[in-house]
């Protein structure tokens, strides 16, 4: 897979080989369900194993949070799995937006993490917020996945509020602040207010450089590209990138794929099992990207 002078594509077979010798059974089930033809439903009881009692989930789920408790960031992976795969669980969610609303920091929206994350081994950023703050990260993502379901939940209106507050004044955001906010815009109802905020902060992802332009510069350690921020051609911020650009990352990614199958991410490798969980889902959403981007 040398080179970038060609159009590349992916190695579906060799994918297909390392999902099965090395992935999670969660991901081996979202592979099936997106490029083999599977039923929805093992997708739905491999996410429920990771459900807990009070309608949230853990136990690993985000691979770098292997608490067993509730933590917004696997609730957040949970509703994402189960609007990628087509199997949006209605009471699943309810439970899920439930708990979300019982331990809503009191602006509402969501915690970057909840304090339980100590309860478990988890990578050194998850790191709760003194005051239980509310964070643009967790909130957008989730509000997005709402609107985009088209679920009503008092817990969304919250959160809406806050985020159009957090929105109107977010001068200098991080990548994963952006990715919060992009989520949000992408399907909140109100597209003349969505476009014209994005026409404000979206260029921040080029003036303050949260971007790599240069497909060369993306395996650098905590590197984002254009597909991070607009992986599909329907995703908001696309316009920010010019078709040769996103042409010579489609490019990259799919020479990223490794000669076991598997792609691999460039943050910090704090677990061997984190590691391994983190290949299977990116390996599927590698495969996604590139599909949907006309690679496959």
């Given at each position: 897979?040398?080179?970038?002078?060609?159009?590349?594509?992916?190695?579906?077979?060799?994918?297909?080989?390392?999902?099965?010798?090395?992935?999670?059974?969660?991901?081996?089930?979202?592979?099936?369900?997106?490029?083999?033809?599977?039923?929805?439903?093992?997708?739905?009881?491999?996410?429920?194993?990771?459900?807990?009692?009070?309608?949230?989930?853990?136990?690993?789920?985000?691979?770098?949070?292997?608490?067993?408790?509730?933590?917004?960031?696997?609730?957040?992976?949970?509703?994402?799995?189960?609007?990628?795969?087509?199997?949006?669980?209605?009471?699943?969610v309810s439970g899920?937006?439930?708990?979300?609303?019982?331990?809503?920091?009191?602006?509402?929206?969501?915690?970057?993490?909840?304090?339980?994350?100590?309860?478990?081994?988890?990578?050194?950023?998850?790191?709760?917020?003194?005051?239980?703050?509310?964070?643009?990260?967790?909130?957008?993502?989730?509000a997005g996945l709402?609107?985009?379901?088209?679920?009503?939940?008092?817990?969304?209106?919250?959160?809406?509020?806050?985020?159009?507050?957090?929105?109107?004044?977010?001068?200098?955001?991080?990548?994963?602040?952006?990715?919060?906010?992009?989520?949000?815009?992408?399907?909140?109802?109100?597209?003349?207010?969505?476009?014209?905020?994005?026409?404000?902060?979206?260029?921040?992802?080029?003036?303050?450089?949260?971007?790599?332009?240069?497909?060369?510069?993306?395996?650098?350690?905590?590197?984002?590209?254009?597909?991070?921020?607009?992986?599909?051609?329907?995703?908001?911020?696309?316009?920010?990138?010019?078709?040769?650009?996103?042409?010579?990352?489609?490019?990259?990614?799919?020479?990223?794929?490794?000669?076991?199958?598997?792609?691999?991410?460039?943050?910090?490798?704090?677990?061997?099992?984190?590691?391994?969980?983190?290949?299977?889902?990116?390996?599927?959403?590698?495969?996604?990207?590139?599909?949907?981007?006309?690679?496959?």
């Amino acid at each position: 897979m040398d080179g970038m002078n060609m159009k590349k594509t992916p190695d579906f077979d060799a994918a297909a080989g390392f999902m099965a010798a090395h992935a999670r059974v969660l991901d081996r089930r979202v592979f099936q369900r997106l490029f083999q033809g599977g039923a929805p439903g093992p997708v739905r009881d491999a996410i429920a194993a990771y459900r807990n009692d009070d309608g949230g989930f853990g136990h690993g789920l985000e691979p770098d949070v292997r608490t067993a408790a509730s933590q917004p960031a696997a609730t957040e992976m949970a509703l994402r799995i189960m609007d990628l795969t087509d199997e949006w669980d209605t009471a699943m969610v309810s439970g899920a937006i439930d708990w979300l609303a019982a331990i809503a920091p009191a602006e509402g929206g969501a915690a970057f993490a909840e304090p339980s994350v100590a309860d478990g081994p988890h990578a050194p950023w998850w790191v709760p917020a003194e005051e239980h703050s509310a964070s643009v990260i967790q909130t957008g993502q989730v509000a997005g996945l709402l609107y985009a379901r088209g679920f009503s939940h008092p817990w969304l209106d919250r959160a809406t509020e806050l985020m159009w507050e957090r929105i109107g004044t977010l001068a200098e955001p991080g990548a994963y602040e952006m990715f919060g906010v992009l989520a949000f815009l992408q399907h909140v109802p109100d597209r003349s207010r969505a476009l014209a905020a994005f026409d404000k902060i979206g260029p921040l992802i080029l003036d303050r450089g949260l971007v790599a332009l240069d497909p060369d510069d993306a395996s650098v350690a905590e590197t984002h590209t254009p597909l991070d921020f607009a992986p599909l051609p329907g995703s908001i911020a696309r316009a920010l990138f010019d078709d040769a650009t996103i042409a010579a990352h489609l490019d990259h990614l799919a020479a990223a794929q490794r000669d076991d199958g598997g792609w691999m991410f460039n943050w910090l490798a704090w677990s061997a099992a984190a590691e391994a969980d983190w290949r299977g889902f990116l390996t599927v959403e590698a495969l996604r990207v590139l599909r949907a981007n006309g690679r496959a």
